[in-house]
């Protein structure tokens, strides 16, 4: 079964650095879904069966945070985890968007290993999950 | 400014451009040597102590960054605007590891949108900053800085 990810950043250089990076990760991807922003990376949730969400914080039209209350509200949260990326490293930030239903926090420049890890930690179960980190 | 505080910015951009760009830059002892038209990237940063960060380079510089972020082999096609923000980004994750590595990482920092403008390199060696460190990143000058407002 191939994962439909999405990434939400408004630059374009990091979401064609995240579109690489998830290639070069091994993991079965079916698409990879692009925003620009917490608006449009809604939109898109609407229209696609997305698995896992990869988002910034600072975008223009909505940020990460508000994109991520609105999840809430739609009850997207449980289904569909959000990973938060940025360069800011801060444990406070990390624990404030932990609490608003942030599954994980990836510092900013990702590398292919972390987001493998991340997307086998939260999408893979079990033995499933020993074989993706095993590839 | 303190010789540490020099190396951990040295060492901050040096680690994000051959993370994020795939890149190596070298230290040299000459004064900073970038000519013609430059890139300059900027970001604020307030927490224990309020600050700038600033990244200088040539075009050509900014546009490898690019072809090497996306693994693209033919340069010609990067728009100025993908180089403005490769510079853009590369100066914002600068400044989560240097001020990760001053401040550590309990408290939040908060970032201003980091921000990219052209000017002559005549221009930004009359800007005033506390620490310069004129790099070199695979043929290409490079110079980074920082001032501590408070």
């Not at chain 1, 079916?30 to 449009?40: L, S």
């Not at chain 1, 940025?86 to 444990?91: I, M």
């Not at chain 1, 997307?119 to 999950?129: H, V």
């Not at chain 2, 921000?115 to 900053?129: M, P, Q």
Request: charged letters at 30%; hydrophobic letters at 40%.
């Amino acid at each position: 079964m191939g994962y439909n990810i999405l990434v939400v950043d408004d630059s374009p250089i990091i979401r064609g650095f995240m579109r690489k990076t998830l290639e070069l990760t091994g993991l079965e991807i079916e698409t990879i879904f692009e925003a620009k922003n917490g608006q449009e990376g809604l939109d898109q949730l609407e229209k696609n069966n997305v698995h896992i969400v990869f988002a910034d914080i600072n975008m223009p039209v909505m940020t990460g945070v508000e994109m991520v209350n609105e999840m809430f509200l739609k009850s997207l949260l449980p289904k569909i985890p959000v990973v938060i990326i940025s360069s800011d490293r801060s444990l406070e930030r990390q624990a404030q968007l932990k609490e608003k239903g942030v599954r994980a926090y990836l510092k900013k420049p990702i590398t292919p290993e972390n987001v493998k890890k991340i997307t086998c930690d939260l999408l893979e179960l079990g033995e499933q999950r020993k074989e993706c980190l095993n590839e | 400014m303190s010789k540490e505080v020099e190396e951990k910015l040295r060492e901050s951009v040096s680690e994000i451009l051959e993370q994020f760009a795939f890149m190596f830059t070298e230290d040299i002892s000459a004064e900073d040597n970038l000519t013609g038209e430059i890139l300059l990237g900027s970001i604020f940063f307030t927490g224990p102590q309020s600050g700038i960060i600033d990244i200088a380079a040539p075009e050509s510089l900014c546009r490898e960054m690019v072809g090497n972020t996306l693994g693209l082999d033919d340069e010609s096609c990067i728009a100025i605007e993908d180089c403005e923000n490769a510079l853009k980004e590369i100066v914002n994750m600068v400044c989560g590891k240097f001020t990760e590595d001053m401040y550590g990482n309990e408290k939040a920092i908060d970032f201003s949108i980091p921000s990219v403008v052209r000017l002559d390199s005549g221009k930004w060696k009359e800007k005033v900053r506390w620490v310069y460190i004129p790099m070199e990143v695979e043929g290409h000058a490079l110079c980074a800085a920082l001032e501590i407002v408070s």
